[in-house]
DNA sequence: TGGTAGACTTGGATGC
DNA sequence: CTAGTCCAAGTCTACC
């Protein structure tokens, strides 16, 4: 499900609500989705206070006033969400039981999603080994630039891979290479100045308007309330397999390499 | 070493 | 109506 837009819409949802209130009780119906163990995670948390939440690329970042830090990385499926009336959760799998009467749920159909506990160090470590923010004012056109040099991945791969740069799943990637008239293949390191330019306006400019939009919803992805996102019609590429390319009307092809599928219009995408 | 296929897991769509 | 097949927002591991 979540990419950088939803996982921030998640994020701007949870820092409403979340910050000052106590975990009193912590259920536990799936443990597969935490990494470690579970009465070792149950003692770390449980009694703790939320003091911030934010965002590192897809993860979910909740620091705590013991010092440690949660981490939640949603997989495919996972949702963050509050029990409520019109709140409907098919596939339980945390239930964390708030001191303001709420209970905050984890989700999962899949239980790709994670959730981890790190120290302050630990986190650093981790989060010093993915790549960049694209939508962090020190993120360059040129560093996306230098870094596509030495790969030679093809680009939806190489977008997809979080040492490269944070955020960007297949959706986006898509999205931003058909806005870029890039062809989904094409080897990293030959990709031009101008075009990685081109690529770096596109991503920033999908990726905020998709946030704008509350993100994509295909199928399983939700925000806090429960409600889907709005930008899965302003999709103009990614699911348009057999349909006219927005902007030239050639039939839109799919392709898939390293297992994920991959979207193009042949005329538009070289 | 970089790059990629497979595994993990459940369910919806399609079509027999 | 039912069965089999294909596909899905992500990431980690193993292998060439």
Redesign the pocket.
């Known amino acids: ?3 950088l837009p ?1 996982v921030e819409t998640i994020v701007r949802d949870l820092q409403e609500l979340i910050p000052g209130t106590t975990i009193k009780n912590l259920q536990i119906l799936r443990p ?1 989705v935490i990494r470690g163990s579970d009465t070792i995670f149950k003692d770390n948390l449980i009694g703790k206070t939320f003091q911030s939440i934010s965002r590192r ?3 979910i970042i909740a620091n705590m006033d013991s010092g440690l830090i949660l981490v939640v ?5 996972g949702r963050l969400g509050l029990q409520q009336d019109d709140c409907v959760f ?2 339980p799998a945390i239930y964390f039981t708030l001191n303001f009467g709420k209970i905050l749920v984890y989700d999962d ?4 999603g ?1 959730l981890d506990i790190y120290s302050e160090q630990e986190w650093l470590d981790r989060s010093a080994q993915l790549g960049p923010e694209p939508l962090s004012p020190e993120y360059k056109h040129t560093d996306l630039h230098e870094k596509l040099n ?5 680009i939806r ?2 977008l ?3 040492k490269n740069v944070v955020g ?4 986006y990637a898509n999205e931003s290479l058909h806005l870029s008239g890039i062809h989904p293949q094409r080897p ?2 030959r990709i031009t100045k101008t075009e990685s330019q081109l690529l770096y306006k596109a991503l920033r400019k999908i990726l905020l308007s998709a946030i704008q939009n509350r993100g ?6 939700r925000d806090v309330s429960g409600k889907g996102g709005n930008n ?1 019609s302003k999709l103009r590429i ?2 348009r397999h057999g349909e006219n390319c927005l902007s030239c009307s050639d039939q839109v092809q ?1 392709i ?6 991959a979207f193009f219009c042949p005329s538009c995408q070289r």
């Open positions: 499900m979540p990419e939803e597969n690329g897809k993860n990385n949603l997989g495919m499926t098919t596939h159909v899949r239980r790709f994670k030495s790969s030679g991945s093809p791969s190489w997809l891979d979080q960007v799943g297949n959706i990293a390191n994509t919803t295909l199928r399983n992805y899965s990614y699911g799919r898939s390499f390293s297992n994920r599928s």
